[in-house]
């Protein structure tokens, strides 16, 4: 391991190996860079943990962990790829700690610089995965019923506060579950919940809301998405906005910060280390096998790898509310859900055919042509809307359906825009345009339907998205192959050794 490590951080892979993250004994850590090297320890404190740096040597790789940074948009915007000595890891004790305690953990976890570009494995101009701050930061828009409404606040959350806070909302009681640390705690929201409510969003009087509608933006910068929401952009996020509080320094996905692990994080409430969904891909330590969850063939099975001591919103809220029911739209985290598109699937029953491309609503026509991933997301997108505007409507798939309890809508557009022309590209604010008139859409159905007074919104994303430097490419396999040492890389950053 300690080959693996000392080829990761070699000088000719410093422009791409931001850090090296290793867990050295149960509850010890150990995080090295090029210019210096931390290890610490965590110990049980209140439902989480008190971290201790033991030794350091050079710079602590993890000394800035202020959620504020590069926030708002003019900041990040004038700081491209920001050099590890003036970028920032939110929660960087947890985000490390807790991958390891996952039976499949890998040995290291090699972390990207910001500017680091996949170019030779058919990467972006936009990039996400790293634990730094605008990678790990999405959007957290809260909103209606039960919500105060505060704007725009300076402070930031973790994605795994999300699930608890909309159970809060919902006015559900607490209960015996375990916490981040382990161990039992008496005012679990969820089976497993490693976040916080953010009570001090909530309004706290009156009767809690009837209906909750969540909505993914995946891969959507936090700060582009204020911007845009803000300049009159994307008016129907702005209306949410309106209606309710944002927090201006973002949600802070969880390590690694890719999609499904972080979809079933905003879900579960809990950490990839806990929740089982470890990555896009890892290696089963105990079947000695390479697991691959996000990617269209593996979407429909994906959650056979959740650890079952976990507990989606889907199955809070219709354990909380019995004869309720949760519907989950183009989301593969889709567990205790009454509707989801891949349970339909895995029934082999039909599901909606998009209509031809040139009556899609919608959809920025100079983009959606020649951009395959734009034009294949805006299909997934319009069908999403589909069943949501069916199954509000009353009727979807020859199916009666009452007004859902929860509603969660996963749009995959922003990704694709974002990941194709980096953050502050003219494709990406397409995709917000597009999405925003989607969610537009959403809202009059509510209203439609009568309960626009007693329905409340949130609105994140799984990760961030930061340009990356196009000249910055290379390989962290190249050093690794060179130095012999016989290896797994997985998801392109968990790398096994002698596996
Ligand atoms: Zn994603």
Redesign the pocket.
Same mark, same amino acid.
Request: net charge negative; proline share 0%; aromatic share 0%.
């Given at each position: 391991m300690d080959q693996a490590e000392r080829a990761l951080l070699d000088a000719s892979m410093a422009h791409i190996v931001e850090m090296v993250l290793r867990q050295v004994d149960e509850d010890t850590y150990e995080v090295a860079a090029e210019d210096g090297r931390v290890r610490f320890e965590r110990a049980p404190q209140g439902n989480g943990w008190s971290f201790g740096v033991l030794d350091l040597q050079g710079r602590n790789p993890l000394a800035i962990q202020e959620a504020s940074r590069f926030s708002p948009l003019r900041d990040e915007a004038s700081n491209p790829f920001p050099d590890r000595t003036e970028n920032s890891y939110p929660f960087a004790y947890e985000q490390v700690a807790q991958i390891f305690d996952s039976p499949s953990a890998p040995d290291l976890v090699s972390i990207h610089t910001s500017a680091h570009n996949w170019a030779d494995q058919g990467g972006h101009v936009g990039e996400h995965g790293s634990i730094d701050v605008v990678q790990s930061r999405g959007p957290f828009i809260i909103a209606g019923a039960g919500v105060k409404r505060s704007g725009m606040i300076a402070e930031a959350c973790r994605v795994v506060d999300i699930a608890p806070t909309v159970l809060a909302l919902l006015g559900v009681e607490p209960r015996r579950g375990i916490g981040l640390n382990g161990q039992a705690r008496d005012d679990a929201l969820l089976a497993r919940q490693d976040g916080e409510p953010l009570t001090q969003l909530l309004d706290g009087h009156g009767s809690p809301p009837e209906h909750v509608v969540g909505f993914l933006l995946?891969?959507a910068n936090a700060n582009v998405l204020y911007d845009m929401a803000t300049r009159g952009e994307a008016p129907n996020v702005a209306r949410l906005l309106e209606m309710g509080t944002a927090l201006g320094h973002g949600a802070m996905s969880s390590l690694p910060t890719?999609?499904l692990a972080n979809h079933t994080s905003i879900l579960t409430g809990a950490h990839p280390g806990h929740h089982g969904i470890l990555n896009n891909a890892w290696y089963d330590r105990a079947r000695r096998e390479q697991v691959i969850t996000n990617s269209p063939a593996h979407w429909i099975t994906s959650m056979t790898h959740l650890d079952p001591r976990v507990e989606t919103l889907f199955q809070a809220v219709t354990r909380s509310f019995p004869g309720e029911i949760a519907v989950s739209i183009n989301e593969p985290c889709d567990v205790g859900a009454d509707h989801s598109v891949f349970e339909m699937m895995r029934r082999g029953e039909p599901i909606f055919r998009p209509p031809p491309l040139d009556e899609l609503p919608h959809t920025t026509k100079r983009f959606v042509r020649p951009v395959k991933e734009y034009k294949w997301s805006s299909l997934v997108d319009h069908t999403g809307l589909d069943q949501f505007l069916g199954i509000w409507s009353g009727h979807y798939a020859e199916t009666e359906w009452p007004i859902p309890k929860f509603t969660w809508m996963n749009f995959s557009l922003t &990704?694709a825009a974002f990941h194709e022309g980096g953050p502050y590209s003219e494709i990406a604010a397409a995709s917000v345009h597009d999405t925003d008139a989607r969610i537009g859409e959403v809202l009059d159905a509510v209203e439609r339907a009568g309960v626009f007074e007693e329905t409340a919104f949130f609105l994140t994303a &799984?990760?961030g998205m930061e340009e990356s430097n196009v000249e910055c490419t290379g390989n962290w396999a190249d050093a690794l192959d060179e130095s012999g040492v016989a290896y797994r890389d997985e998801g392109y950053s968990f790398i096994y050794v002698n596996p």
């Open positions: 995946d891969g890719v999609t &990704d &799984d990760h």
